[in-house]
């Protein structure tokens, strides 16, 4: 088995990946693709705060991930970005939900919730412009001392 944040990131990945959708790559890494692949997400942990729950041995654990999804896409002559951006925060609002989480981690997800949206336009070395929405969920999961791949 593989860490609980590599569980949480497949499990958002596969979500994000179902159709319909509006890019072409899902990446379950903070690292940017190096190749033109655009539209693409990013999924990643960027911290993890651990409770011990008791102080037994093989105590419980509850773990509190920040899940970042970090969407960039290429800009569409004409079109209002705000639109743009909404439309791509609509899927992935509707996609990425608590039920839909909790059935991908066999029932064993503790909490999510979305804590915040930014959007951006980045412009390039090469002066491309692109939208960048960035969203940052709160994902509960507990594990126990010892064992960081199995979930309680």
């Known amino acids: 088995m593989s860490h609980v ?14 159709n319909p959708t509006n890019w072409n790559h ?4 903070k690292i940017t693709p190096q190749r033109e692949v655009l539209p693409y997400l990013l999924v990643y ?12 041995p093989a105590y419980l654990q509850l773990r509190d991930m920040q899940l970042i999804v ?15 951006l909404d439309d791509i925060a609509v899927e992935i609002e509707t996609k990425l939900t608590t039920a ?3 059935a991908q981690l066999a029932d064993k997800l503790k909490g999510f919730e979305l804590v915040t949206i930014n959007d951006d336009l980045i412009t ?5 412009s ?14 126990t001392e010892g064992i960081p791949e199995t979930l309680a």
């Not at 958002?12 to 990946?17: F, I, K, N």
């Not at 993890?48 to 729950?53: D, F, P, S, T, Y």
């Not at 692109?130 to 940052?136: D, H, L, Q």
């Open 5 to 18: 944040r590599k569980q949480v990131r497949d499990a958002v990945g596969v979500l994000l990946s179902a």
């Open 26 to 29: 899902v990446f379950k890494t």
């Open 45 to 56: 942990i960027d911290n993890e705060n651990i409770e011990a729950l008791d102080i037994s």
């Open 70 to 84: 970090r969407g960039r896409f290429r800009l569409v002559e004409g079109e209002s970005l705000e639109d743009y």
């Open 100 to 102: 839909t989480l909790k």
């Open 124 to 128: 390039d070395d090469n002066e491309r």
């Open 130 to 143: 692109y939208a960048e929405i960035v969203f940052e969920w709160h994902v509960k999961v507990m594990t």
